[in-house]
């Protein structure tokens, strides 16, 4: 009565576990939090006014002590009782563990970074330095920081998994600001250079700016680099390491890039063709758009190499995500584009703002364009079965999709403009001109959803063609046989014998002249059940008859005899039909 219990007290004790470590994790995170606020709070009051504590704010200090002297010791014994149950295995792989450190560890690496990198930026200013708040949270931030990161790497104590999630953290995290800050950087010189120094009309000198977002963008670079270079991130070869330079990478970059590409050529095409604003509002996005498209680039293009000394299904995964992206700017051009015909057919007057957006959607197809056919090599498509690389028709799939998804709503909108038109709204103007955003949206997602299902369907053919032919000519076997004490068990024979002829109905008789008592071991088949199912399935090759009756045992007697219905002119059919036994001994 006790022994079908036990799973159940197994079950209830692990979740009392789980519950217990989880309680436990998010107590000590609380009050590591709640520890470092107050430390902070008192390092900051004591950088301020050096020798006096109480300056006005009781309450402030108040909360302070609170948090530290009673915050504090609470977490240090919280955090005691914790490391030292890590001596059981069980403690060091069960996920809160590592859970807790990775919260806490990125906590604390993203406030100590941006509170030093606040503190050096804030030397750079005409008022008085406001140094001391951050100086204490980067002090305070950065010792949590440390501390956890010894923990991640004691050798006996440490979580035995989420070790690339460590590293991941701290690389996506510098990489996102370093790579911001520098394009902010680049954008303010490239301003200055491009508009002049009038355009920035401030009271601090102009290069100002500039030294501060490359304070933050060293900042960046020097965390991406401890974390992916120092701390080996670029050697994890998992499929979340693989996965982030995916969507990081090459797909956030992929994007940075092209729009900055795309933003160029629009600025270009109206100095060119439209200008209907000042010359100083025309080239207002020119910098940053430089910058993102430089930045980007350089990311982007790092990455792209990396997944190329990885497997191949992250190298095949980076040109999908590139194609894609591209696929996504000229989709999006074809529609703007055609949203522009429309708006010109419907008010030739108001050329200015149809030129504009006629422009945007012409630089986003044309930037997209042959970006997506270098990366997608339409005409290199795959002629075998063998030639589909892994992955392709998830994106297919995916592309048709979103595609068929966008193509639905627009339908909608395009109803709902139909039908408020025709009920008699007139404040929206035209027909035509209410429906001519959605269907230019319409008419990009159509083209593409027609574009990827036309290929999804020629994969498929060419699967379908490299796929074996399984033609089923048996439908109903009989099959006569010994008790189960024989050398074959009739069940397993079966299922065999149906696996063989492709999914034969099966129906089996048990001899009734087999008293059950079984065979002697010499008459038994020295390759087992599987011999007797090769021998049957040899048998009923090029057997034409549906119906075949298969009568196996005792021991390795084998007989075949198709059969057909009776009848006269079915007689000579049948004995003509008929195949001799197998070879075997009776």
């Given at each position: 009565?006790?022994a079908?219990?036990a799973?159940a ?6 979740g ?9 994790y998010?107590?000590?995170?609380a ?7 107050g430390?902070?709070?008192?390092l900051?009051?004591?950088f301020?006014?050096?020798s006096?504590l109480?300056?006005g704010d009781?309450a402030?200090l108040?909360l302070?002590?609170?948090?530290t002297?009673?915050?504090?010791p609470?977490?240090?014994l ?5 490391w030292?149950r ?7 792989t069960?996920?809160?563990w590592g859970?807790y450190?990775?919260g806490?560890?990125a906590?604390s690496l993203?406030i100590a970074?941006?509170s030093?990198?606040?503190l050096?930026?804030s ?9 001391p ?6 002090l305070?931030w950065?010792?949590?920081w440390w501390w956890h990161?010894w ?7 440490s979580?035995?998994h989420l070790e690339d ?7 996506v ?7 911001g800050?520098?394009i902010?950087?680049l954008s303010s010189?490239?301003d200055?250079?491009?508009r002049?120094?009038t355009?920035t009309?401030?009271?601090?000198p ?8 490359l304070?933050w963008?060293?900042?960046g670079?020097?965390v991406?680099?401890w974390h992916w ?7 994890f070869?998992?499929?979340?390491v693989?996965v982030t330079?995916?969507a990081?990478?090459i797909?956030v970059a992929g ?6 590409l795309g933003l160029i050529l629009?600025?270009?095409?109206r100095l060119?063709f439209d200008?209907s604003?000042p010359l ?7 910098a940053?758009?430089?910058a993102?498209?430089?930045?980007g680039?350089?990311v ?6 990396e997944?190329?000394?990885r497997s191949?299904r992250?190298?095949r995964?980076s040109l999908?995500?590139?194609s894609?992206?591209?696929?996504a ?13 429309l ?7 108001a050329?200015?703002?149809t ?6 959607g ?5 930037v997209g364009?042959?970006?997506w056919?270098?990366?997608w090599?339409p ?7 063998d ?6 028709r998830?994106?297919l799939v995916a592309f048709?999709?979103v595609?068929a998804?966008v193509?639905l ?14 009920l ?5 103007g035209s027909?035509?001109?209410r429906?001519?955003?959605?269907l230019g949206?319409?008419v990009?997602?159509g ?11 020629h994969d498929r053919?060419?699967?379908a063609?490299a796929?074996?032919v399984h033609?089923r000519?048996?439908d109903?076997v009989?099959l006569?046989?010994?008790?189960a004490?024989?050398?074959?068990d ?5 299922r065999g014998?149906?696996?063989a002829?492709?999914g034969a109905?099966v ?6 002249d087999?008293?059950g008592t079984?065979?002697p071991?010499s ?10 199912i090769?021998?049957?399935?040899a048998?009923l ?11 196996a045992?005792?021991?390795t007697r084998l007989?075949i005899a ?5 009848g006269?002119?079915?007689?000579k ?5 008929r ?7 009776d």
């Open positions: 009565m006790t079908p219990a799973p007290v197994r079950a209830q004790a692990s009392l576990a789980t519950l217990r470590r989880l309680i436990l998010v107590l000590l995170f009050l590591v939090v709640i520890t470092a606020s430390l902070s709070g008192l900051e009051r004591l301020r006014t050096a006096v109480v300056q009781v402030g108040a302070s002590l609170a948090f002297l009673i915050g504090g609470l977490a240090l919280l955090w005691w009782f914790v030292r890590l001596d059981d295995e069980s403690e060091r069960a996920a809160g859970l450190l990775t806490m560890y906590v993203i970074t941006t030093l990198l606040n050096a930026a030397f750079l200013e005409f008022q008085a330095a406001q140094w708040s951050p100086l204490a949270n980067g305070v950065g010792a949590i990161r923990m991640w790497k004691h050798p006996h104590r979580p035995r999630i460590r590293v991941l953290i701290g690389w995290f510098g990489l996102l600001l370093g790579a800050t520098a902010a950087a010189l490239l200055v250079a491009i002049g120094f355009s009309a401030t009271l601090e102009w290069w100002f700016p500039i030294l501060r977002s304070i963008a060293a900042g670079a020097v991406w680099w270079i120092r701390e080996g991130g670029r050697r070869q998992t499929a979340l693989d330079i995916i990081v990478g797909f994007i940075t890039a092209l729009g900055g629009f600025v270009l095409l060119a200008r604003e100083n509002l025309l080239l207002e996005p020119l940053p758009a430089i993102a498209a430089v930045i680039a350089v982007w293009r790092y990455h792209r190499t997944s190329v000394h191949t992250t190298r995964a999908l995500v590139t894609a992206v591209a696929l700017a000229a989709a999006s051009g074809v529609g703007v584009v055609v949203n522009a015909l708006a010109a057919a419907v008010s030739p007057l050329g200015g703002a030129r504009t957006l006629l422009l945007g012409i630089s986003s197809l044309v364009g042959p970006v056919w270098l990366a090599k005409r290199r498509q795959p002629r075998t079965a030639d589909i690389p892994p992955g392709r998830l994106y048709f999709g595609s998804v193509a709503i627009t339908l909608l909108v395009i109803g709902y403009r139909l039908f408020e038109f025709l008699g709204d007139v404040s929206a027909l035509l001109d429906v001519r955003a959605p949206l319409l990009a997602a083209l593409v959803a027609g574009y990827h299902f036309a290929l999804w369907r053919a060419l699967l063609a796929a074996p033609q000519v048996i109903q009989t006569i046989s010994g008790y004490q024989d050398a074959v009739p069940e397993v024979l079966a014998i149906t696996d002829t492709g109905k129906t089996t008789w048990l001899r009734a087999d008293d079984g065979l071991p008459s038994v088949p020295s390759g087992g059940v599987d011999e007797v090769r021998q049957v399935a048998a090759e090029g057997v034409t008859p549906r119906h075949v009756l298969v009568i045992g005792p021991g007989e198709p059969l057909v219905a009776a006269a002119e079915t007689w059919a049948a004995s003509a039909a195949t001799p036994a197998a070879s075997g001994t």
